[in-house]
């Protein structure tokens, strides 16, 4: 895979949890549009998910899960790439580079996601939680990567990627390419809807707080209808003071592909009730479209598809292993 003139975009989601309809909206959904425009690798992170706990048959399913979810939600192989993190080992290799030579604890002290995930078991959490930013800097750099469109948790991270790729060429002369977030305008934050202040997670307690593209389409209906609304009656989108109305407006607006703006002269002078009734509906017809193009993509297709992915792109990431080996000495 030469690069050409089109800018590269590289991207991943992790096989741990449930995906849901934030993972979708926030960042897949956007990825589907970039594939004329650019030359694409979508990954499937399984070496960051490693980095909490996981039940290895279970793990197994998930990673095929993943490269199922992208091409449902309309990735095509024929135009991008679909590969499994793990089959490339520069990717651990040159994580370890990046390690010894240009991160440092002051960066990852800084990181938010891993107070987040660690709490108050800072001590207690393995390395790999803590590093795990450094991994993912080392997935971007390895291809040149020009953009990373992902959700705005993952914003801190291409910012320490930046960091990181200036100071090794600070060092050693140009050698990486500086790549930069893409982060859309509606949908980059999917909130709870059990907790309409905190983001939609696939780690989260209950889960009501999320809708998993696998989710029975009349229990997803369910979770919408009785997802949290705010004091007041009015459908209008104002995240400080109805910020369960705002996002159950992103996320209509974003899988009607209508403004916020319309829906809001659409329900003028409507009930919550209706409206989510509404949006139950359209959560409900989009899942079973969904499930229905997973249900027809087999294991088999999917290795395959990624086994191609990898094969295609390997040469790359050696190639860019190899320069780094190269300036600093141990090739
Ligand atoms: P992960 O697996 O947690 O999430 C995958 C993508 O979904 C986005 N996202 C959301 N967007 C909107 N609203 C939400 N509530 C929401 N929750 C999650 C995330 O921002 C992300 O884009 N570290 C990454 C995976 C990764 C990666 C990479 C990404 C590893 N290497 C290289 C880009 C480039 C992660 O854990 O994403």
């Given at each position: 895979m030469e690069k050409n003139n089109k800018k590269r975009i590289f991207s991943g989601v992790q096989p741990s949890g449930d995906l849901h309809i934030g993972n979708y909206l926030g960042a897949i959904s956007q990825w589907v549009n970039m594939q004329n425009k650019y030359e694409c690798i979508?990954?499937?992170v399984d070496y960051h998910a490693i980095t909490v706990k996981q039940d290895p048959e279970i793990l197994r399913k998930k990673i095929i899960e993943i490269a199922k979810i992208y091409i449902a939600s309309g990735i095509d192989p024929q135009k991008s790439v679909i590969f499994q993190q793990s089959t490339i080992t520069a990717h651990t290799e040159f994580a370890w580079?990046?390690?010894?030579?240009?991160?440092?604890?002051?960066?990852?002290?800084?990181?938010?996601?891993?107070?987040?995930?660690?709490?108050?078991?800072?001590?207690?959490?393995?390395?790999?939680?803590?590093?795990?930013?450094?991994?993912?800097?080392?997935?971007?750099?390895?291809?040149?990567?020009?953009?990373?469109?992902?959700?705005?948790?993952?914003?801190?991270?291409?910012?320490?990627?930046?960091?990181?790729?200036?100071?090794?060429?600070?060092?050693?002369g140009d050698t990486l390419q500086l790549p930069k977030a893409e982060i859309r305008k509606t949908g980059a934050r999917i909130m709870g809807l059990d907790d309409p202040t905190k983001k939609m997670s696939k780690s989260a307690a209950s889960d009501l707080n999320y809708i998993a593209l696998t989710d029975n389409p009349d229990k997803?209906?369910?979770k919408i209808m009785r997802a949290v609304t705010d004091t007041g009656s009015e459908i209008k989108y104002d995240l400080e003071k109805k910020p369960g109305i705002s996002n159950l407006l992103t996320i209509y607006s974003l899988l009607v592909k209508k403004e916020i703006k319309e829906l809001e002269k659409?329900?003028?002078?409507?009930?919550?009730?209706?409206?989510k009734k509404n949006l139950a509906e359209v959560v409900k017809s989009f899942l079973i479209d969904f499930q229905k193009k997973y249900n027809a993509i087999s294991d088999k297709e999917v290795e395959q598809i990624m086994a191609q992915g990898t094969k295609k792109i390997k040469p790359i990431a050696d190639n860019t292993l190899?320069?780094?080996?190269?300036?600093?000495?141990?090739?």
């Amino acid at each position: 895979m030469e690069k050409n003139n089109k800018k590269r975009i590289f991207s991943g989601v992790q096989p741990s949890g449930d995906l849901h309809i934030g993972n979708y909206l926030g960042a897949i959904s956007q990825w589907v549009n970039m594939q004329n425009k650019y030359e694409c690798i979508f990954c499937v992170v399984d070496y960051h998910a490693i980095t909490v706990k996981q039940d290895p048959e279970i793990l197994r399913k998930k990673i095929i899960e993943i490269a199922k979810i992208y091409i449902a939600s309309g990735i095509d192989p024929q135009k991008s790439v679909i590969f499994q993190q793990s089959t490339i080992t520069a990717h651990t290799e040159f994580a370890w580079i990046l390690n010894c030579i240009v991160a440092r604890m002051s960066d990852l002290n800084k990181m938010t996601q891993f107070k987040d995930k660690s709490g108050n078991h800072q001590e207690n959490v393995g390395i790999g939680l803590y590093d795990y930013p450094v991994l993912m800097a080392s997935d971007i750099l390895l291809y040149n990567t020009d953009v990373v469109p992902v959700g705005d948790d993952q914003l801190q991270h291409v910012e320490l990627t930046r960091t990181l790729a200036r100071r090794f060429n600070e060092r050693f002369g140009d050698t990486l390419q500086l790549p930069k977030a893409e982060i859309r305008k509606t949908g980059a934050r999917i909130m709870g809807l059990d907790d309409p202040t905190k983001k939609m997670s696939k780690s989260a307690a209950s889960d009501l707080n999320y809708i998993a593209l696998t989710d029975n389409p009349d229990k997803a209906a369910k979770k919408i209808m009785r997802a949290v609304t705010d004091t007041g009656s009015e459908i209008k989108y104002d995240l400080e003071k109805k910020p369960g109305i705002s996002n159950l407006l992103t996320i209509y607006s974003l899988l009607v592909k209508k403004e916020i703006k319309e829906l809001e002269k659409e329900y003028q002078n409507k009930m919550y009730g209706e409206f989510k009734k509404n949006l139950a509906e359209v959560v409900k017809s989009f899942l079973i479209d969904f499930q229905k193009k997973y249900n027809a993509i087999s294991d088999k297709e999917v290795e395959q598809i990624m086994a191609q992915g990898t094969k295609k792109i390997k040469p790359i990431a050696d190639n860019t292993l190899d320069r780094v080996k190269m300036k600093i000495g141990v090739l």
